[in-house]
């Protein structure tokens, strides 16, 4: 069933640590998001990918950063990470960034950083 | 950044409709959709508007005035199964999607 997937579902991580969250799409499709959501303040983007080999800064990018080597994948890596980022991640893509083309989300990976 | 609001919680009563309404203001405008989240679930995709008007998909209807900054999703004949949040979101000039904090709808037998 094409769609995107990610990975892990849930993870506790331990302030200080790095983590690169998983994200694959097999809908060939050219933009992809990260948001995190958060109770009260709905989805917020944190990194986006118009095409393969480009990245731009959403509303919350600091202490995240992302690659997208090729169409497929969009990991988001937390460098080091801190309880705030304590958030439930999803990943999104859409045929393209503009109109009417919808975004597809994961089911999302819950990461709690103690 | 953009300014999307909607109301937080919304109830009603199974078969009845339920207006929710969303205003927003952008830097510039690209459309804007309306996303359905059930608790733990990822958002699905529902409507979308870019011109003004009254968009019908089924039980579900939705109104853009882009004059205005104003749009609402119209849920009608509600069932126990729309009980969810409901996110409305705006593609800005730069393509870029910003969302509301999203409103929870509680449909009550």
């Known amino acids: 069933i094409a769609g995107i997937t990610q990975a892990p579902t849930s993870q506790i991580l331990a302030a200080g640590r790095r983590m690169t969250l998983r994200c694959t799409q097999d809908?060939?499709?050219?933009?992809m998001y990260w948001y995190r959501q958060d109770l009260g303040l709905g989805l917020r983007l944190i990194h986006y990918s118009n095409t393969a080999g480009t990245t731009g800064k959403g509303e919350v990018p600091d202490g995240y950063s992302v690659s997208r080597a090729n169409t497929d994948d969009f990991p988001l890596t937390l460098a080091s990470a801190v309880p705030s980022q304590t958030s439930v991640y999803f990943c999104?893509?859409?045929?393209?960034?503009?109109?009417?083309?919808?975004?597809?989300f994961g089911n999302g990976t819950r990461l709690t950083v103690t | 950044g953009q300014n999307i609001d909607q109301p937080t919680e919304m109830t009603a009563t199974e078969g009845a409709i339920v207006q929710i309404n969303c205003t927003y203001q952008t830097s510039g405008f690209n459309g804007l959709f309306w996303y359905q989240q059930h608790a733990g679930e990822a958002p699905t995709f529902l409507s979308y508007n870019v011109l003004d008007g009254l968009e019908e998909k089924g039980r579900f209807s939705s109104f853009l005035s882009r004059s205005k900054g104003y749009s609402y999703l119209l849920l009608k004949e509600l069932q126990m199964k729309d009980s969810a949040s409901y996110l409305c979101a705006v593609r800005d000039g730069d393509y870029k999607l910003s969302f509301g904090a999203g409103t929870t709808v509680t449909v009550r037998a």
């Open positions: 999104a893509s859409s045929d393209s960034g503009t109109g009417g083309s919808p975004l597809h």
């Open positions: 809908m060939r499709h050219n933009a």
